[in-house]
């Protein structure tokens, strides 16, 4: 029987996360295996870079284009935690075509909505197992440091109960987005991650770990509906970061998407504006960032790095104290494995499967 994989997604796990806390195992896995700093997609939100990390491509190809994208004929703003939104399959839904066994964890109960298609079993903190429920007790809420620590716990047992050929798990970024690297809170959390890690590897499994976006500490908020309504321009922003978990961020992030008719107006006045990193039409922006053209906006904003995009009560900027992510700032995120690969060039946060040997187009 070949070995367990199991591909962990540490979301918003950074390096300077890791440097702050105490983390032998991870320290040795970086040690004795392969690591490296990985490009995010961008935008630098959950769903676009789980979807590319578990399709391995880019977001052109399997269609997420953030946490949300607009509906322009009907006017809404739609969440993207459905697989009706994914334009290709999973390596999961592959390699259960091909009859190995596959397992989904999140703790995010969208992340598997989105994501499970196809697969043996999956569950969700939010939405647990009974199986493992009678096992560990009672998931706690999502909004705490243990909810990812019992994920864990679960795929640990899951490795000691039931024969898995790839396992594909996600902790979520609550306590990244509420701690900076040095509070003895997220170090704390980082270092009982780490003993947990190190319980599943000792278990003989292989083990690859990356991150779908960093975090960073942001101080202002630009609302750009209301910089281009001063020069009597209407626009609608759909921010790439909002989902229904606006306790983690409240929807304001390092990247939005921007409706309008006046498009290069709307582009020169905001490519000047304080806070503004980036102004890219629709074409720009599917052709830098390879994303679905059909689901972004006339225009892209990527914002400096401490300042985020979405809408205010009244004027355009206005003061806030929170940790996000979304922008180009965010992108670097850690990738480290157990075996050994070489690493040429730049690579992405998208090869955590391939490197740990599983394709789409070739059988582990």
Known sequence: MSMTVVALCLDGVDWNYLKAADTPFIDALVREGVSTTAKAMIPSVTNINHASILTASYPERHGISGNTYYDRVRGLDIYMDDAVF????????????RGLRTLLLTVKDKLRRLLSRGVTHSYSVEKPSDEVVKALGRPPSIYTAEADLWLLRALRWEVEHHRWDLIYASTTDYMLHKHDPGDDEVRDYLS???????????????LGLTADHGMRAKRVNLDPVKLLAEHGIEAHLTAAIRDE??????????SAYLYLEDVEEARRI???????ELALTRDEAAERFRLPRDRIGDLMLLAEEEYTLGLNPSSPYRDVEL???????????????????????????????????FRADAPR
């Open 86 to 97: 994914l334009r290709c399959p999973t390596l999961l839904e592959e390699a259960s075509r």
């Open 192 to 206: 009982a991650i780490d003993e947990e890690l190190e319980a599943i590897y000792g278990l003989g499994v292989i």
């Open 245 to 254: 978990h606006y306790v983690h961020h409240m929807n304001l992030g390092g």
């Open 270 to 276: 905001l490519s000047e504006a304080e806070g503004i």
């Open 323 to 357: 940790r996000s992510h979304g922008s180009l700032h965010e992108a670097d995120v850690p990738l480290i494995l157990s075996l050994d690969r070489q690493l040429r060039g730049v690579v992405e946060n998208r090869l955590l499967l391939p490197l740990l040997g």
